[in-house]
């Protein structure tokens, strides 16, 4: 088997978001306070990570919303516990205290501050779905809809948790024939960089294209200007 070379990873991801992303949008994955404000987050990045990255994916947000990407923000959201403890696997973990996820029966219920998305990341104009109660962001609400009905046929990630949100959506995307990109930049993960770069090398290698998030900018700005260029040339 050939291994490809990081330079070549960078070319194919540049190449392929430039000839498959001719409607792109960006989605969002739980870049709320349950996650990234240490202060009430119930399953959080490191403390010493929340603001670097929160203000770097605002950054990148603006920079995909100047090139006139709409973007979509998934929320997750559950009534009650009854809702959480019914997958076996989160029920299991929340015995044990020792598990990263234990805490994950108080995560992000109805009404409670781990909802709000931090500041910065929302605009006028974003969506928001609000309904997502499991890994994949397309089980139990209607982003699926949504990118067909506005036509999108290629979908760039961000967001966290890399290793299990961001992996199952983006899986998810790719087996329902979406061109999905993993911004590298803009996905973290609370488990730590082990786990971070793992979930990157398994969808890289079989589910899509990881991208940095300046040079997925650059890549977009470009075939922009070239699609102008080319609709501007006088027929021959």
């Not at 009430?40 to 995909?64: D, S």
């Not at 006028?124 to 109660?133: F, N």
């Not at 488990?191 to 290698?205: I, N, S, W």
Request: proline share 6%; net charge negative.
């Amino acid at each position: 088997m050939t291994v490809r070379t990081p330079e070549q990873t960078r070319t194919e991801a540049g190449e392929a978001l430039s000839s498959l992303a001719a409607r792109p949008v960006v989605v969002t994955v739980d870049l709320h306070r349950g996650h990234l404000d240490p202060e009430v987050a119930t399953l959080p990045l490191p403390a010493e990570r929340c603001e670097p990255y929160v203000q770097h994916c605002v950054e990148l947000l603006h920079g995909f919303r100047e090139l006139g990407l709409p973007v979509i923000h998934v929320i997750t959201s559950y009534r009650s516990r009854a809702e959480i403890v019914n997958n076996p696997y989160w029920r299991f973990v929340a015995r044990h205290p020792e598990n990263a996820r234990a805490r994950i029966v108080d995560h992000n219920l109805e009404k409670g501050p781990g909802l709000s998305l931090m500041p910065g990341i929302a605009a006028p104009g974003d969506e928001i779905v609000s309904t997502k109660k499991r890994y994949d962001c397309l089980v139990g609400t209607d982003l699926e809809f949504m990118l067909r009905a506005h036509d999108y046929n290629s979908v760039l990630l961000m967001g966290v948790n890399t290793n299990s949100c961001l992996l199952a959506t983006s899986i998810a995307l790719s087996v329902r024939d979406w061109a999905t990109f993993m911004i590298e930049d803009g996905v973290d993960s609370m488990m730590g960089p082990e786990y971070h770069e793992a979930a990157l090398k398994v969808f890289d290698g079989s589910f899509g294209w990881v991208v940095g998030g300046a040079a997925a900018i650059s890549v977009l700005k470009d075939s922009a200007h070239a699609g102008s260029s080319t609709q501007a040339a006088p027929a021959t």
